[in-house]
């Protein structure tokens, strides 16, 4: 089964950092495609950086040059830098598989970004 916990998150002002983690268990790490997404209210959860087994980077433009995803193979943790933050980014940052779109979500960090 499947189980991903996200930590990190937290209250910080526009031009802050924060790193995110993702713990990652029930499937083989290693020959994921990982990614991590983010949801405001009102919005279709957004996925916002993928990361390939070797380790293969993609950003959504609004995020390009500021956030880096990164993973851990030997410890099945994925990772996302959060670098100069801006309001916009205020959400709930979850991660999973890299273009999924079931119903088997952890429980999400929040990121709140003041300006």
């Known amino acids: 089964q499947v189980h991903l916990v996200e930590s990190g998150g937290g209250l910080v002002q526009a031009g802050d950092s924060l790193r995110l983690s993702c713990a990652a268990s029930?499937?083989?790490?290693?020959?994921?495609?990982m990614a991590w997404y983010r949801r405001t209210p009102g919005r279709q959860r957004e996925q916002v950086a993928r990361?390939?087994?070797?380790?293969?980077?993609t950003y959504v433009d609004s995020v390009k040059g500021r956030f880096t995803i990164s993973r851990d193979n030997a410890k099945n943790t994925l990772y996302l830098q959060m670098d100069n933050l801006k309001p916009e980014d205020t959400a709930v940052y979850y991660c999973?598989?890299?273009?999924?779109?079931?119903?088997?979500w952890g429980q999400g960090t929040q990121v709140t970004v003041s300006s």
């Open positions: 990361i390939s087994p070797r380790s293969d980077k």
């Open positions: 029930g499937y083989n790490f290693n020959i994921a495609h």
């Open positions: 999973n598989a890299a273009g999924y779109s079931g119903a088997s």
